[in-house]
């Protein structure tokens, strides 16, 4: 199948392209490199999988563009990951925020709609949820949407903006299916050492850690060791890449004509920061060096999904729940590419 992935060269859509090639899909990239790094679409291409790649330089926002590379393409399936994902960033600067995740998913969905593509998966955020109260931990699907930062709302709107398209070509007869792909913290690296985790700034906790054992990072600052939780400090979902991208093929391969999937991925299972911070001492044998400051405001003391819905209806769960386990994937790319992609 002829896939578009959007931001197939940031972190997340760079497993997915590395997948999707794997599994014999052709499969187009859109990606403005804002955050992304054209080195990784381009190690996927030396590996594996020269001519089954393409790199397209672009916006999503671009609606012209994106309707001549999807007819150029055949594209029969879109995996949106394009976007800006950083909460501190969408709370001070958030129609930068609308414009690169709502009003240019609009464009994309457009798009779609233009050339008729049937298919569409999106990375959408347990951010969405706000801050569940107690007696919606673990996260359920049906948990309330109460986003309580700009980041989450320019996400939920893409949420709404699906629902309404779709509840129309239903109407019309025509086939859109789709899925909303409610993430947790996503972690780790492929385990062919290939890819991985290099965002400037880093603000994800392992990376974090592992900059810090690099001596790229002075230290490593806990925010809030007063949570009520077994250590005091914030407990959160790490579910590997590499599964993650596991539940957007099964789902895409699940899909039926109309259908409206909604997921929440995560390992169903929280670890502390401390529990973070102990992890990649024991995965590097190197102690990170860590100061202990304030709470920072929205940080939920406990967010960990309940995965059970894609485990009955399509028999996913995580294969990797071990912190460990997922920090060494993280840590043996870091280790060697210090630089990131420009190592
Ligand atoms: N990393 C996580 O833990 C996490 C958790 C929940 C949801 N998500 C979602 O997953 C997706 C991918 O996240 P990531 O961590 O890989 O981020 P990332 O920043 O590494 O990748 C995003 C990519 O999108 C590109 N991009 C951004 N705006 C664009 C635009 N307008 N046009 C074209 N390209 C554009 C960037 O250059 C980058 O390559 C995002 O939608 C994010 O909201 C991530």
Not at 26 to 47: C, F, K, M, P, Y
Not at 242 to 252: F, K, S, W
Request: with cysteine; glycine share 8%.
């Amino acid at each position: 199948m002829s896939v578009l992935v959007t931001g197939g060269a940031g972190y997340i859509g760079s497993h997915a392209v590395q997948r999707l090639v794997r599994d014999g899909h052709t499969v187009v990239v859109v990606d403005n490199l804002v955050r992304g790094h054209q080195e990784a679409v381009d190690a996927i291409r030396q590996s594996s999988a020269e001519g089954r790649v393409t790199f397209v330089p672009g916006d999503i926002g671009d609606r012209v563009l994106l309707q001549s590379v999807m007819r150029e393409h055949a594209v029969k399936a879109v995996m949106h990951f394009a976007a800006l994902a950083y909460v501190g960033e969408s709370v001070t600067e958030p129609l930068r925020y609308y414009r690169a995740n709502t009003a240019a998913a609009l464009a994309l969905i457009e798009a779609c709609a233009d050339v008729g593509v049937e298919r569409f998966v999106f990375s959408s955020t347990c951010a969405s949820y706000g801050e569940p109260d107690a007696t919606n931990i673990p996260i359920p699907e049906t948990c309330p949407q109460r986003p309580i930062n700009p980041y989450g709302r320019s996400k939920l709107f893409v949420e709404h903006m699906l629902d309404d398209y779709a509840e129309a070509c239903r109407r019309e007869g025509r086939p859109f299916a789709y899925a909303m792909l409610r993430y947790f913290n996503v972690a780790g690296s492929d385990r062919s050492g290939l890819l991985g985790e290099d965002h400037e700034p880093e603000t994800h906790l392992i990376p974090v850690v592992i900059q810090s054992v690099l001596g790229r990072r002075e230290a490593v600052t806990i925010f809030g060791t007063d949570y009520p939780t077994p250590d005091g400090t914030c407990v959160r979902d790490y579910v590997h890449v590499e599964d993650l991208i596991d539940a957007h093929v099964q789902v895409l391969e699940a899909m039926k004509p109309v259908d409206r999937r909604v997921y929440n991925l995560g390992i169903g299972r929280g670890y502390s920061v401390r529990e973070v911070i102990d992890s990649v001492r024991r995965v590097t044998g190197r102690q990170p060096a860590v100061r202990e400051g304030p709470r920072r405001a929205g940080d939920p003391p406990v967010l960990f999904a309940d995965p059970a819905k894609i485990r009955s209806e399509l028999g996913w769960s995580a294969s990797l729940v071990s912190l460990d386990e997922i920090v060494a994937t993280a840590w043996r790319w870091m280790r060697e590419h210090p630089k990131g992609y420009a190592s």
